[in-house]
């Protein structure tokens, strides 16, 4: 019956096991077609219609943790059929990450963007949408999405932005504040966020600041986007001294990755999101190292996919404001960051966080940490997935002195994450400058 699911217990068990799937429908309908059921006991009462809407609104948090949902309203059955039939075709995947101010799941559905209206619907999302992308997603995914929400009676308002990582600034936010006002949202409203890790980061801080923070969702359409940019609630834009040094923490409605977006990716966009799942791997999860360590295979990339945002969540359910173990995950971006600043935002952040981690594999090794062999292992990793492992753009005092800005140090100590085996990495924040100064000149090719 309809209460079967209410049981948090209950709704795990039956995703755990199947693909779990609600059937919504607006009320109006749902009570033409049932209206005259003697067989529902639960709608026995002077006023049946009032008794269903008492029922929906006790039901609703529940029905809403229910992974995918198709909208029954007004299509006939042979319709809904297909679109159900479709959902489970695409084997969709769903994880629910905990935060200290509730919950929000993280969807991985081939073709999902055409799903989005749907389920904002079903979380109350009741207001107008933006949704923000870039110049070069908006042609290939905007109409799909527009369609999506608009099909579930949204009025939806796209802001296109430049692309690239030189518009991930506070003038590009005050862009975003002023379309905001303009489309009249407020707090029942949403903000979509479409595009890579540039997109999902600036149009989350605007909307986590904006009358001090509206509804964000998250569709990345980059791998980096996927596995990393998108995941964990952290937004923010970069400032000429650093890199992400203005942002905040923000709990997303729900991330919807669409893997069928990663057949337009361009093959520098791919490259760079491989880096972050080799961070990944070089973390905590060998099996993900070690797939990769000929190259990514096609074929294995929704697996790929799904075993990295695994670590990701793992890891950001455990430390959700970075005051400990989520550190982790800044493997290589000590290095990274220096990186990007030095060449003006003009470098992919992946291709600088390649660098970054094998700028740290060799100052794990100075500092005796990581073996020879496990510190070769990355880099080449590296190297097969054809990402940089060299640097000699600036002079290593330079990017020395460029590090001191990053927001990952610890007054006057910079921590860098450095891996002494695959699967295994340690913050340090006590590492003498002419280690680091050492570790740039190995760098050199």
């Known amino acids: ?182 489309s009249g949202l407020d707090r029942g409203a949403a903000v979509v966020a479409l595009g890579g890790g540039v997109i999902t980061d600036t149009a989350g801080f605007a909307a986590a600041s904006f009358m001090r923070g509206i509804p964000l969702v998250q569709a990345p359409t980059t791998l980096l986007g996927m596995v990393d940019a998108s995941i964990g609630g952290k937004v923010a834009v970069d400032h000429p001294k650093g890199k992400n040094l203005i942002g905040a923490f923000v709990r997303p409605l729900l991330v919807m990755v669409d893997p069928n977006t990663l057949d337009t990716l361009p093959d520098l966009e791919r490259r760079a999101g491989l880096a972050e799942v080799i961070k990944h791997g070089v973390i905590a999860d060998p099996d993900l190292f070690e797939s990769l360590e000929q190259g990514a295979p096609e074929r294995d990339l929704r697996w790929i996919i799904e075993r990295a945002v695994r670590v990701k969540i793992d890891v950001v359910e455990k430390d959700p404001y970075e005051r400990g173990r989520r550190a982790v995950l800044n493997l290589g ?42 510190g070769q292992r990355i880099r080449d990793a590296l190297r097969s997935n054809s990402l940089p492992t060299t640097y000699e753009a600036c002079p290593p005092e330079e990017v020395y002195h460029a590090m001191r800005t990053d927001k990952k140090r610890r007054g006057a100590s910079l921590r860098f994450v450095l891996p002494r085996d695959i699967g295994d990495v340690i913050i340090d924040a006590d590492v003498p400058r002419d280690q680091v100064i050492s570790a740039l000149e190995r760098m050199r090719p």
Request: proline share 6%.
């Open 1 to 182: 019956g309809g209460g079967a699911l209410l049981d948090p217990h209950n709704r795990e068990a039956r995703g755990r096991n199947g693909c779990l799937i609600c059937l919504d429908c607006e009320e109006d309908e749902l009570l033409a077609r049932i209206g005259g059921d003697a067989g529902r006991p639960m709608l026995h009462s002077e006023d049946p219609e009032q008794r269903l809407c008492d029922l929906l609104r006790s039901r609703a948090r529940a029905y809403a943790e229910i992974p995918h949902h198709v909208d029954t309203t007004a299509k006939p059955l042979d319709r809904v059929i297909r679109q159900v039939v479709e959902l489970f075709r695409s084997e969709p995947r769903a994880w629910r990450i905990a935060t200290p101010t509730g919950t929000y799941q993280v969807h991985l559905v081939p073709g999902g963007l055409a799903h989005l209206g749907p389920l904002l619907r079903i979380r109350g999302v009741a207001g107008n949408l933006v949704v923000v992308s870039d110049e070069n997603v908006w042609p290939l995914y905007g109409d799909q999405v527009l369609a999506s929400l608009q099909e579930s009676g949204y009025r939806a308002a796209p802001i296109v932005l430049p692309a690239g990582e030189e518009h991930k600034t506070l003038d590009t936010v005050r862009t975003l504040y002023d379309h905001f006002a303009g």
């Open 333 to 374: 971006h000590t290095f990274a960051h220096a990186f990007e600043v030095l060449a003006g935002y003009r470098l992919k952040h992946g291709l600088a966080v390649g660098m970054g981690m094998a700028a740290a594999t060799h100052l794990a090794q100075i500092r005796g940490l990581c073996s020879p062999q496990a």
